[in-house]
């Protein structure tokens, strides 16, 4: 007990005689400018411990604020890339309407062409099967992703939808031998069937309405025809046109404007009526 007490005695002493040194301090720092210069000296002597006790803190903030500057950075990048891809697609209708303009001066009852709604999507896998040119996107049916639904990318055609499913869907690539296109070329508006032979070869045109005008760099471009794929995306170009010496078949080969073997991110077009007429073999 008499321990206790004593302690209790000598903290209260401490107590006492450390206020009583203040107000002596503070009533000398006022009055004296020593005490001044020493507190002066005392911060010199004491700032780098200042700088080392503040410098986790301050690279925290620092690597906080990197940090929200680069995501900030990535999201405007990706939100800039996205409206890039959008804004391209849009041009690939420029040449065609151009001539459907020239149509227009002369035929005033000529239908201009929709303004169809366009879904940005990315490429999630590279479907690996015999004799089978596919990929697969990250939008399905709660994106209202539809079966036959035409998908392009920033340069042309590239297929078309033929499964979905409620998150992803499965796009049946133009080259794939399965794959169908109506096509028409820009310079004179033959027609012809553009027919998948893999993705290693080239389309090779069939049915076609008029052999006689057709040359080497001919651009073809989707004619509309089937209801799927609007008039005017650009399709392919034609590489050769060659005549087969035994039976006289010419032979039309076009190669696809779009690097159909690196895809990253397409566009799905989305028209008022869904259409379901198959434009596969």
Do not use: W
């Amino acid at each position: 007990m008499q321990t206790a007490s004593n302690k209790r005695l000598s903290l209260r002493l401490r107590l006492f005689l450390s206020i009583i040194l203040a107000i002596i301090i503070i009533i000398m720092d006022h009055n004296y400018t020593s005490f001044s210069k020493i507190r002066i000296y005392m911060d010199t002597v004491l700032s780098p411990l200042y700088f080392f006790v503040n410098s986790p803190q301050k690279l925290l903030d620092l690597i906080s604020v990197t940090f929200s500057s680069h995501q900030k950075l990535c999201l405007e990048i990706k939100q800039l890339h996205n409206q890039l891809i959008l804004k391209n697609s849009e041009l690939l209708l420029l040449d065609h309407v151009k001539k459907e303009n020239i149509y227009l001066r002369e035929l005033l009852g000529a239908n201009i062409l929709q303004n169809d709604h366009k879904i940005l999507t990315q490429v999630i896998s590279n479907v690996s099967e015999p004799y089978s040119d596919q990929v697969v996107i990250d939008k399905g049916s709660i994106n209202h992703i539809y079966q036959g639904q035409p998908v392009i990318s920033e340069r042309g055609v590239i297929g078309q939808v033929i499964t979905v499913s409620k998150t992803t869907s499965r796009v049946l690539l133009l080259c794939d031998v399965s794959h169908a296109l109506p096509v028409q070329i820009l310079r004179n508006g033959i027609r012809a069937i553009a027919i998948g032979h893999g993705c290693t070869e080239e389309l090779q045109l069939e049915y076609i309405s008029d052999y006689t005008d057709i040359r080497k760099g001919d651009f073809l471009i989707t004619s509309g025809l089937g209801g799927r794929f609007p008039e005017g995306y650009p399709v392919a170009i034609i590489s050769s046109v060659t005549k087969e010496i035994k039976n006289s078949n010419i032979i039309i080969r076009a190669r696809p404007i779009a690097n159909l073997q690196y895809l990253r991110y397409l566009i799905l077009l989305e028209r008022g009526v869904q259409n379901s007429v198959s434009l596969e073999k």
